[in-house]
C-alpha cells in the first residue's frame, strides 16, 4: 500500500502551487531573525503569549532603469493617469 501512495504522489506533483514566501510581525516588529534573538532583543519572554502574523512577502521592485533620479527628500507623490509625480522640499516637481 505505501508504494501504490507513493506512486499517487508522484503524479500530483504537477498539481502543486508555488511556494509563496512570508514574512512575520512579532507584537507589531518585523522579524528579520529567529524567533528566540527577536524574543531577547526586544525584551519578550517566550513563555509568554505572543502575537504573530504572517502575510506574504513582498520582493523589491525591480530597476526598470526608467525614470528621473529623486531627491532624498521627497515632500509629496501623486499617481494620476499612469503618471508619478513628486514635489520636493527645494521645490522641484518631477
Do not use: M
Request: glycine share 10%.
Amino acid at each position: 500500500d505505501d508504494e501504490d501512495r507513493d506512486d499517487n504522489d508522484d503524479q500530483d506533483d504537477g498539481h502543486k502551487l508555488p511556494s509563496l514566501p512570508f514574512d512575520f510581525l512579532i507584537n507589531g516588529k518585523l522579524l528579520r531573525t529567529g524567533l528566540e534573538t527577536a524574543a531577547r532583543r526586544y525584551g519578550l519572554s517566550l513563555e509568554d503569549n505572543l502575537e504573530i502574523v504572517y502575510f506574504p512577502s513582498q520582493q523589491a521592485p525591480q530597476e526598470s532603469g526608467e525614470g528621473e533620479p529623486q531627491p532624498d527628500w521627497i515632500a509629496a507623490i501623486q499617481y494620476c493617469n499612469n503618471l508619478v509625480v513628486t514635489g520636493g522640499y527645494d521645490g522641484s516637481i518631477r
